[in-house]
């Protein structure tokens, strides 16, 4: 059964730095291309970023360019998203989601439980 | 950006109604559309990919259509597991933008 399972979220000061990681079981993480999405409070969903297998391609939304860092390890089985510069619109749930596609959002087709993150003083 | 326009944004239906959701895009993608079913408190369920092709092990009264710059997603009998938010996506340009989501509701 896939399972990709998130953690490191919590409460942040405006400015502050946080690190969200997901773990993947039951498939061959180093064979698909990754991706974090956001959901702010009682919103929609918003892509931010996107990593391929290897890592050699990585892509941002422009909210998040330069603040936020997307990686793997892929002898851990595992997702990171550093998040540094956080702001109060950086509140949400995030989820960590399985790329299934050929092109890049080709197909979320597996998602994290979500890893909800809140930016306050 | 590409923006993406569901609509309606809420509706209510009984079980065994046809329901359409309609999405716009503001410019051409293709099939390059995909939708989604989240219930409260979850994640994101993948649905239909590439405007029309049902997700493994879906039932078969979901269905999606269309190309270009407008998509529907119909739920041909609706039952009250289907209740949550349908949203739409667009992957044929950076960066992936989603609908504003459309809450189905049974009465």
């Known amino acids: 059964e896939v399972q990709l399972v998130e953690s490191g979220g919590g409460l942040v000061q405006p400015g502050g730095s946080l690190r969200l990681s997901c773990a993947a079981s039951?498939?061959?993480?180093?064979?698909?291309?990754m991706n974090w999405v956001r959901q702010a409070p009682g919103k929609g969903l918003e892509w931010i970023a996107y990593?391929?297998?290897?890592?050699?391609?990585?892509y941002y939304t422009d909210s998040v360019k330069g603040r936020f860092t997307i990686s793997r390890d892929n002898a851990k089985n595992s997702l990171y998203l550093q998040m540094n510069s956080l702001r109060a619109e950086d509140t949400a749930v995030y989820y960590c989601?399985?790329?299934?596609?050929?092109?890049?959002?080709?197909?979320?087709?597996?998602w994290g439980q979500g890893n909800l993150v809140i930016v306050s003083s | 950006d590409i923006q993406m326009t569901q609509s309606p944004s809420s509706l209510s239906a009984s079980v065994g109604d046809r329901v359409t959701i309609t999405c716009q895009a503001s410019?051409?993608?293709?099939?390059?559309l995909n939708w989604y079913q989240q219930k409260p408190g979850k994640a994101p369920k993948l649905l239909i990919y590439?405007?029309?092709s049902l997700e493994t092990g879906l039932p078969s009264r979901f269905s999606g259509r269309g190309s270009g710059t407008h998509f529907t997603f119909t739920i041909s009998s609706l039952q009250p597991e289907d209740i949550g938010t349908y949203y739409c996506?667009?992957?044929?340009?950076?960066?992936?933008?989603f609908g504003g989501g459309t809450k189905v509701e049974v009465k």
């Open positions: 989601a399985r790329d299934a596609g050929v092109v890049v959002g080709g197909d979320f087709d597996n």
């Open positions: 039951g498939f061959t993480f180093n064979n698909y291309n």
């Open positions: 990593i391929t297998t290897t890592s050699n391609t990585i």
């Open positions: 410019q051409d993608i293709s099939n390059y």
């Open positions: 590439d405007a029309s």
């Open positions: 996506q667009q992957f044929h340009d950076l960066p992936i933008t």
